[in-house]
């Protein structure tokens, strides 16, 4: 069985960074591409950004100017979330999830079958 954990965030301050962490564990990793999504109370979960086996990155328009990275250590069985420049406007639960190379829709949350419990990640002003 595969299991996400996610740990990291907490309070940060407007213009702070921080790196949120999801550790996979279970066997099966490398059959999945790796997904950040959040959602902010009141609105639809967004998707943030994922990653292949092979480190090659994808992003939402927002999260494409650079203030976001993702990354994913393949002997560690753990993805990463750098966030940089944080906004109030970022503060959200974030989810880390998986979802099968085989699906049409990387970008697509319905399409993710494995997920974190969530992280809360605050900016205050």
């Known amino acids: 069985q595969v299991q996400l954990v996610e740990s990291g965030g907490g309070l940060v301050l407007a213009g702070g960074s921080t790196r949120i962490t999801c550790v996979v564990s279970?066997?099966?990793?490398?059959?999945?591409?790796a997904g950040w999504f959040r959602q902010a109370p009141g609105k639809e979960r967004e998707f943030v950004a994922h990653?292949?086996?092979?480190?090659?990155?994808?992003y939402s328009e927002w999260s494409a100017k650079g203030r976001f990275t993702i990354s994913r250590d393949n002997a560690k069985n753990t993805v990463y979330l750098q966030m940089n420049n944080l906004e109030p406007e970022d503060t959200a639960v974030y989810y880390c999830?998986?979802?099968?190379?085989?699906?049409?829709?990387?970008?697509?949350?319905?399409?993710?079958?494995?997920w974190g419990q969530g992280i809360q990640v605050t900016v205050s002003s």
């Open positions: 999830a998986l979802v099968h190379w085989s699906s049409s829709d990387w970008r697509d949350a319905r399409e993710y079958t494995i």
């Open positions: 990653v292949t086996w092979s480190g090659v990155g994808t």
């Open positions: 279970g066997s099966g990793f490398s059959s999945y591409v």
